[in-house]
């Protein structure tokens, strides 16, 4: 069964960096599109980028280019998602998905998310 | 860029009901490009439909999709308790890669 493990709550001020991460238990983690999805409270759906961890393939939604950074390390199945300077706006739940198996035009794998919290 | 727009916002219909929730793209959609996800409360989403009108695996029948183009619709007939959520459209393939809809709220009661 693929579990996507996500790291814990954070809790930071504005302008801090940060890196939250994604563990696959999948045997499939480089063979698959991981992505990241942002929920602001109480709002919908934003996909912000993706990684193919098999050779670090990125693509990004234009609004969280240069934003963000998504980045991979497959020795361990785990995908990340860094902020170099937070602001109160970055506040929200992150998910982590992964491509449906044979496709990747949906997620049909979910990490549990990480609730993200800037404020001074 | 694309946009999904789902309506109504919000759905409110008692259990035994049929629910029919519809998403409209800016774009025409590419061949099974289309997906529907279920989000409860304080969850993750999940995958519902994949390919416009493909259940995902564990979803019962009572979930189909259907549509073409910028037309797509979510069906849930024989409404349950436990389909109380939120249900979200999303396109592949447009700008960006994947694209949201705003998600509309079914409240069983």
């Known amino acids: 069964e693929v579990q996507l493990v996500q790291s814990g709550a954070e809790v930071k001020k504005p302008g801090e960096s940060l890196k939250i991460s994604c563990k696959d238990s999948?045997?499939?983690?480089?063979?698959?599109?991981i992505g990241w999805v942002r929920q602001m409270p109480g709002k919908g759906l934003e996909w912000m980028g993706s990684i193919y961890p098999g050779d670090s393939e990125t693509r990004y939604s234009p609004s969280f280019q240069g934003q963000v950074t998504i980045s991979a390390d497959k020795s361990i199945n785990t995908a990340y998602l860094q902020w170099s300077s937070l602001k109160a706006s970055d506040t929200a739940i992150y998910y982590c998905?992964?491509?449906?198996?044979?496709?990747?035009?949906?997620?049909?794998?979910w990490g549990q998310g990480t609730l993200l919290t800037v404020s001074s | 860029e694309g946009v999904l727009t789902q309506s109504p916002g919000t759905l409110s219909l008692p259990p035994g009901e049929r629910a029919t929730l519809s998403c409209r793209a800016s774009q025409s959609v590419g061949h099974g490009y289309l997906i529907w996800y279920q989000q409860k409360p304080g969850q993750a989403p999940r995958l519902l439909i994949f390919g416009t009108s493909s259940r995902a695996t564990g979803i019962p029948d009572r979930f189909s999709g259907s549509g073409s183009g910028t037309d797509f619709t979510l069906t849930i007939s024989r409404l349950e308790p436990e389909d109380s959520a939120v249900y979200y459209c999303q396109q592949y393939g447009s700008s960006p890669l994947y694209i949201f809809g705003q998600g509309t709220k079914l409240e069983i009661k």
């Open positions: 998905a992964r491509q449906r198996e044979g496709s990747s035009t949906s997620f049909g794998y």
């Open positions: 999948g045997y499939r983690f480089t063979n698959s599109w």
